[in-house]
């Protein structure tokens, strides 16, 4: 349908050498769009920029620490001089910390909280100015987790960084609606990625999450293509300040 088709936008997808940001920018790129890859380890970015080239995509990538104000609006510049203006931002660039609070220093805290949450802000600020100066609008896509509304212990600052995420993505909506820019996030449920390995390895994490997930399995990172392109797409232009959960039903039920 060509409410669905990203030909001619451009989607820059953080975090995206692997996993579940390869994934959706693989996903984006299939439904048209032009992407660009971003990463710190350049080894796997060169890995997945040959990976999407070789099916036909046009893929740049782009390199910068997510919580460096100046590299992003650097890397932004460098994009916009070579020619590419993103018309699709999506934030996914994240990590974990598991320790219990009485044990969680302030530093660790405050890197979980900078990677998961204030990232978004810095990245999705300079990309938002962009596309209100083009006066053409856009799309913002973050992720967030079951943690945007659900809490675990041991993993309280990626909960407050994930339940932040859910809160900036109104903010946004509500400040650039009028500009033509959707701001959504997704929140997955438990997914089968290299991060979660240990998880998998261990028989009771293991069996407490198919147990518990109404579909009794783990997500896989393509289960989050169709809803990222329909957020990205024209067909969610009237679709603002929300979080869609991709979970296999965990949140809806006890």
Known sequence: MSIFDLTGRTALVTGSSGGLGLAMAQGLAEAGASVVLHGR??????????????????????????????????????????????????????????????????????????????????????????????????????????????????????????????????????????????????GPGYMATEMTQALRDDPDFDGWVKKRTPSRRWGTPEDLVGTVVYLASPASNYVNGQIIYVDGGMTAVL
């Open 41 to 186: 380890n350049q080894d796997k970015l060169a890995a997945a920029r040959e990976t999407l080239s070789r099916q036909g995509h046009t893929v740049q990538t782009v390199a910068f620490d997510v919580t460096d104000e100046v590299g992003i609006e650097e890397a932004l510049d460098r994009l916009q001089a070579e020619g590419t203006r993103i018309d699709i931002l999506v934030n996914n660039a994240g990590i974990q910390l598991r320790r219990p609070m009485l044990e969680l220093e302030r530093e660790q805290w405050q890197t979980v909280i900078d990677t998961n949450l204030t990232s978004a802000f810095l990245l999705g600020r300079q990309v938002a100015r962009r596309m209100v100066e083009r006066g053409e609008g856009g799309k913002i896509v973050n992720i967030g987790s079951l943690m945007s509304t659900l809490a675990r212990p041991t993993v309280a600052a990626y909960t407050a960084a994930k339940g932040g995420v859910r809160l900036l993505t109104q903010s946004m909506a509500a400040e650039w609606a009028e500009h033509g820019i959707q701001a959504n996030a997704i």
